[in-house]
């Protein structure tokens, strides 16, 4: 059981040296330029010692939702993914799951963890056309789990571990799209309008242009209220560590059944809900959650100074 656990504890350290090279690139656009939206009005050049709460504190724009009269342009000819972007997605794949130190053993092909991998799949805004500058390329890699062992639900900790920690370690873009590794397990259940197989180089399930209407204003306040429980357990990590960590399971359980309920209704992706999940996640909040958990766990278990 160790060399499931030793490898899972490394994904603890994830996010961080993603949000630094955020923050470089946020700050880096602010300097050396005069007066700033919702700031005073300063007349001089703001220097490298300027530092930002949200990524460049811009609020998220309720446009960068809608959808869009075509796909991506850059990503897509006659409805079939580029072929570069195909064959570069297929070679970050390969090298993402051959980089893997694994501690398991499997069977598949000729034994590289590559050989496991059933489908690899695009999905999220890229693969439809509600589309923006703030879009990731999700890329899913398909693996029949039980292949690796009869656990899982361990196997998928450990790959979660894995591409936290590649997700954490890589700043790679597509056309500006950064892109973000998932494996799910074959047979999983995606709810999402549009989803194409990279492999078989054909749509699984094709969007819609069609306009949907969506609530941007009760996103934005479920939005708000989640960041502001956040705000307020944040406040009591020091002094009662242990409650900190239950308040935290409890809101993040809290964020999943609520995307996972906008997911499963009628407009999916337009759902309230995941929209509100998207503010959340656009504007670090999740990021911030993880990293409390952490620091209040090192304090449960940290005795003095």
């Keep these: 059981m160790s060399k499931w656990t030793d490898y ?3 994904a603890k350290r994830s996010g961080y040296r993603k949000r630094i090279s955020r923050y470089t690139k946020d700050r880096n656009k602010l300097l ?3 007066g700033q939206k919702n700031t005073p009005p300063y007349t001089k050049k703001m220097g490298s010692h300027v530092t930002f709460d949200r990524q460049l504190g811009e609020e998220v724009e309720p446009e960068s939702f809608e959808k869009q009269p075509e796909l991506d342009p850059k990503m897509w000819q006659d409805g079939k993914l580029n072929k570069n972007i195909s064959k570069r997605l297929m070679r970050i794949a390969r090298e993402f799951l051959n980089g893997i130190d694994k ?3 499997h069977e598949a092909g000729d034994g590289s963890m590559a050989a496991l991998m059933e489908d690899l799949r695009l999905t999220g805004s890229l693969a439809n056309y509600n589309w923006s500058k703030y879009s990731d390329v999700d890329l899913h890699i398909v693996i029949d ?3 690796i062992d009869d656990n899982t639900e361990l196997v998928k900790g450990f790959f979660d571990g894995a591409r936290a920690r590649w997700n954490d370690a890589h ?11 998932y494996v799910e397990n074959v047979g999983e259940v995606h709810k999402s309008s549009g989803l194409y197989s990279i492999v078989k180089d054909a749509w699984i399930i094709e969007p819609s242009p069609e306009k949907i209407d969506f609530d941007y204003i009760t996103a934005r306040k479920k939005a708000d209220s989640l960041e502001t429980e956040v705000n307020l357990i944040n ?3 020091d002094d009662k560590p242990r409650a900190a960590v239950k308040s935290i399971d409890r809101l993040k359980k809290k964020i999943r059944r609520m995307r996972r309920a906008g997911l499963h209704s009628p407009l999916q992706e337009y759902s309230a809900e ?10 670090q909040t999740l990021d911030k959650l993880n990293d409390m958990k952490y620091d209040a766990y090192d304090k449960v278990l940290s005795i003095g100074e």
């Design 171 to 181: 700043d790679i873009t597509i056309y500006g799209h950064e892109v973000e590794i």
């Design 235 to 237: 406040k009591f990590i």
């Design 32 to 34: 050396n330029v005069g």
């Design 103 to 105: 501690p398991v053993h």
């Design 274 to 283: 995941n929209i509100a999940f998207k503010i959340l996640r656009r504007e």
């Design 145 to 147: 789990f039980s292949k």
């Design 8 to 10: 899972l504890a490394e």
